[in-house]
């Protein structure tokens, strides 16, 4: 039974690989977070010769390629390839295959959680930032966290949208609050304050804290916030797929 499960898992893990492969849209998020950074290192470098203030401009092309990859990247490598298997119909087969929804939700998700894993540490190293500054086990924890809030989420609008452009529209609003409100939180109080409850502007802080060369100290408030979130989003993907299902039959 056990093997039969990873089998299914491993072949969906497959077919989700090459359609994310073949689908240039959900791919830009990465390639932007990546390209973004390094523009912006050599943009910012440019900008000043003191090294404090260099390191601090680094700190933000960081900041803007993270909150890039895990805010946009790692939502569109989930919701379009699933939004594209219920404009094919490609979905409905596996449902009345074998395939459960577990085994379905763990292969969908597994391609695009590692890809964002990956590039959450390529951001790092071309950054430009001290490395000697990072607090590596702090990074790795959020970017696990963040990256696979952020893959269950865009399973969520993958499965509640009709097709890929139905999607977009449904996406890009979220992308938007996830990606610039922590991004900008700095600059404007009430930004700062709607910051804190998102798990991408708690990402932002541990990467806002070791580039200012401090120590971030989690605290209850935010890892209740992390586990809600990640919780409501599993529920309500598990709600949409059975609802999917019913209307299938």
């Given at each position: 039974?056990?093997?039969?499960?990873?089998?299914?898992?491993?072949?969906?893990?497959?077919?989700?690989?090459?359609?994310?492969?073949?689908?240039?849209?959900?791919?830009?998020?990465?390639?932007?977070?990546?390209?973004?950074?390094?523009?912006?290192?050599?943009?910012?470098?440019?900008?000043?010769?003191?090294?404090?203030?260099?390191?601090?401009?680094?700190?933000?092309?960081?900041?803007?390629?993270?909150?890039?990859?895990?805010?946009?990247?790692?939502i569109m490598m989930t919701a379009l390839p699933l939004a594209e298997d219920k404009e094919k119909h490609t979905l409905r087969a596996l449902m009345t295959s074998s395939v459960n929804g577990v085994q379905f939700f763990i292969g969908?998700?597994?391609?695009?959680?590692?890809?964002?894993?990956?590039?959450?540490?390529?951001?790092?190293?071309?950054?430009?930032?001290?490395l000697a500054n990072v607090n590596w086990l702090q990074y790795t924890i959020m970017t696990i966290v963040s990256a696979l809030i952020s893959c269950m989420l865009g399973l969520l609008l993958g499965i509640v949208a009709k097709s890929?452009?139905?999607?977009?529209?449904?996406?890009?609003?979220?992308?938007?609050?996830?990606?610039?409100?922590?991004?900008?939180?700095?600059?404007?109080?009430?930004?700062?304050?709607?910051?804190?409850?998102?798990?991408?502007?708690?990402?932002?802080?541990?990467?806002?804290?070791?580039?200012?060369?401090?120590?971030?100290?989690?605290?209850?408030?935010?890892?209740?916030?992390?586990?809600?979130?990640?919780?409501?989003?599993?529920?309500?993907?598990?709600?949409?797929?059975?609802?999917?299902?019913?209307?299938?039959?």
């Amino acid at each position: 039974m056990k093997n039969n499960n990873i089998t299914k898992i491993n072949a969906i893990m497959k077919l989700k690989s090459k359609m994310l492969l073949k689908n240039t849209a959900a791919l830009i998020g990465p390639f932007m977070a990546i390209g973004m950074t390094i523009l912006m290192k050599f943009l910012y470098s440019s900008m000043t010769e003191n090294p404090e203030e260099t390191q601090m401009m680094l700190g933000m092309a960081l900041k803007m390629g993270v909150a890039f990859n895990i805010g946009m990247g790692a939502i569109m490598m989930t919701a379009l390839p699933l939004a594209e298997d219920k404009e094919k119909h490609t979905l409905r087969a596996l449902m009345t295959s074998s395939v459960n929804g577990v085994q379905f939700f763990i292969g969908s998700l597994v391609p695009p959680f590692l890809i964002t894993l990956v590039v959450n540490y390529i951001i790092l190293f071309v950054s430009g930032i001290d490395l000697a500054n990072v607090n590596w086990l702090q990074y790795t924890i959020m970017t696990i966290v963040s990256a696979l809030i952020s893959c269950m989420l865009g399973l969520l609008l993958g499965i509640v949208a009709k097709s890929q452009v139905n999607a977009n529209n449904i996406m890009m609003p979220l992308l938007l609050i996830l990606t610039m409100i922590p991004m900008f939180a700095d600059l404007n109080e009430s930004m700062e304050k709607v910051s804190h409850y998102l798990y991408t502007g708690i990402m932002l802080e541990v990467v806002t804290s070791f580039v200012d060369g401090k120590t971030y100290h989690f605290n209850v408030q935010q890892s209740l916030i992390l586990v809600i979130t990640m919780v409501v989003i599993a529920l309500l993907f598990v709600y949409f797929y059975k609802k999917v299902i019913v209307e299938t039959d």
